[in-house]
């Protein structure tokens, strides 16, 4: 399943696509401090990978989430970048192929992989 869907009156996106599984990083967001935080593949732009938490949807360049966090505008859901879109579709989570080549395979939390 690939999509978003609304609970109440926030979206909650699916980064998930089907035979992918989900992949957690090591730490937790740094801004909310309880949730988890995935690698996203930019859709428009797919070689341009970032990282977002899955509920206050702060995202980071980098996996070790330096600087500040950028927050998507809701309203346009731009990658990071400020140029692709970082809504699912076309966004969608990276593979366990695509975060090696990367090299960021190291911040992957193996044990929440599902």
Do not use: H
Request: charged letters at 20%; aromatic letters at 14%; one cysteine or more.
């Amino acid at each position: 399943m690939l999509g978003a869907e609304f609970v109440g009156s926030k979206q909650v996106r699916q980064f998930t696509v089907e035979g992918i599984y989900k992949m957690y990083l090591k730490p937790i967001c740094g801004v909310c401090a309880s949730s988890t935080l995935q690698i996203v593949v930019c859709g428009d732009y797919p070689d341009y990978f970032f990282v977002i938490c899955e509920e206050c949807d702060s995202a980071w360049e980098t996996p070790e989430l330096l600087g500040e966090p950028y927050y998507p505008e809701y309203n346009e859901w731009r990658c990071p970048n400020g140029k692709g879109t970082a809504k699912v579709p076309p966004s969608y989570a990276a593979s366990e192929a695509q975060i090696r080549a990367l090299g960021w395979w190291q911040y992957v939390d193996e044990k929440t992989i599902k």
